[in-house]
């Protein structure tokens, strides 16, 4: 245990915090101590990870929770092909723990800095129109709920809590452990081409249904859509080159190196961010290549952005791009960050933003120096017109009063908020606009 004096901040730099105090806990027990403790002393008590969400949803104010030596693989059951990790472990490093059993998870979005347990419980999701979030493969886990207990839950222990428990927000208790339903490693062939936006639009339900991975960025200011289409291929498939040299350069130094170059001259020069796009339009895709599925999926960023990101039903989603074109031309706003598209499967997830429907997502992004309120705003409200709900990371302005009618179970949750943290404990000032208190 610390007293603080320093002061927490997230990794884009949109939320700080500084704590009364931070503990590091490394074992379930020591979690549980946390939690009596900041109980006694009239505490909040907030678990944070790496700081990828964009909102406040993990700000400790009271007593934060370092979890970093919870963290690692615990044990495999190799014939279900289930692992169980502690919550802290890092997505980047699961890939290489799995390795040796042959394992591997089903997806990823595509940055894997996030720790396991705040990765599910905002409800991170990769893109793969037949394919649910990393939530969906949740199959175990345990709890310290706001009394201090250990609560297991599973498919057959208190298995009326896993629909609330696998996007939890923080808001049920503090994450120990994760039993998460893998599947047998496997290749992905990648194709990335750059193609006209109009057609992109017209054929995007077509393509979502029929690849296995389906993604576009769009650069505002240009007709083009950088498109990549992913197929999952068996383990020691290689159809095509690597080319791991070549995407390291282009992933590495040109998407982050001469990207935030060109990022912070639009700063300072906002008249030149619509010829940026357009060199980004030329000279963008045309890349195909196969690697483990992990090397595909996620990418390095560290060009510093902020990010809004909705679901919608995944019909609705051509229109509303039209809709965010049309909004971008008309304020003549120059963006130098793309707009992303992907897809995934409906789930039975409370709080996913693709419970019951078929989903598509709409993400919008500005650098971290320029002020994303104008833009975000405005292009949540034609989002929300087409029935979109929130990605609880990432910035929006909805509160409890909204979000109660984009989410059909979202009652059902707070009951069972009720349940396990009746004191609310775990709760913040994020977690009370969104949930209420």
Not at 339 to 352: G, I, P, Y
Not at 391 to 418: C, I, M, N
């Amino acid at each position: 245990m610390t007293n603080s004096g320093a002061v927490w901040r997230n990794w884009a730099r949109t939320e700080a915090v500084r704590p009364v105090r931070v503990e590091r806990p490394a074992t379930p027990g020591a979690v549980q101590r946390a939690v009596l403790a900041a109980a006694r002393a009239g505490l909040r008590i907030k678990a944070v990870g790496t700081g990828h969400s964009f909102t406040g949803i993990a700000l400790a104010p009271g007593v934060l929770l370092d979890l970093h030596d919870l963290s690692g693989l615990l044990s495999v059951d190799a014939g279900a092909q289930r692992a169980t990790f502690a919550a802290a472990t890092p997505l980047h490093r699961i890939p290489r723990l799995l390795q040796p059993w042959g394992l591997a998870l089903h997806n990823l979005g595509d940055i894997d800095r996030q720790t396991l347990a705040g990765a599910v419980s905002t409800g991170t999701h990769g893109t793969g129109g037949a394919l649910g979030g990393l939530s969906t493969r949740i199959v175990a886990l345990t709890l310290v709920t706001g009394d201090g207990s250990l609560l297991q839950v599973s498919e057959t222990e208190n298995a009326d809590l896993l629909p609330a428990l696998r996007v939890g927000l923080g808001a049920l208790g503090i994450i120990v452990d994760l039993t998460v339903q893998c599947v047998p490693q496997f290749e992905v062939h990648a194709v990335e081409t750059a193609e006209p936006l109009d057609a992109v639009m017209q054929g995007y339900l077509e393509r979502t249904r029929r690849a296995d991975h389906f993604e576009f960025f769009w650069f505002p200011h240009t007709g083009t859509a950088l498109t990549k289409t992913n197929t999952r291929l068996a383990a020691g498939t290689r159809p095509g080159p690597s080319r791991r040299l070549a995407r390291w350069f282009d992933d590495g130094v040109v998407a982050n190196d001469v990207y935030r170059a060109m990022c912070a001259a639009g700063t300072l020069v906002p008249a030149l961010i619509p010829g940026f796009n357009r060199l980004a339009e030329r000279t963008m895709g045309g890349r195909e290549y196969t690697d483990a599925s992990h090397r595909i999926f996620a990418s390095p960023r560290r060009v510093r952005f902020r990010e809004m990101e909705y679901a919608l039903p995944r019909a609705a989603v051509p229109a509303a791009l039209a809709e965010v074109r049309a909004l971008i031309e008309r304020r003549r706003w120059t963006l130098s960050f793309p707009v992303e598209v992907r897809s995934a499967a409906a789930d039975d997830v409370w709080l996913s933003g693709a419970y019951g429907r078929d989903t598509g997502y709409i993400a919008v992004h500005r650098y971290w120096r320029e002020d994303p309120g104008p833009y975000f705003r405005a292009v949540e409200e034609i989002l929300l017109a087409h029935d979109g709900r929130p990605h609880w990371g990432k910035l929006h302005e909805q509160t409890a009063d909204s979000l109660r009618q984009l989410y059909p179970r979202f009652d059902d949750f707070l009951r069972v908020r009720d349940r396990l943290d009746p004191e609310r404990r775990f709760s913040n000032p994020y977690l009370e606009r969104v949930l209420g208190r």
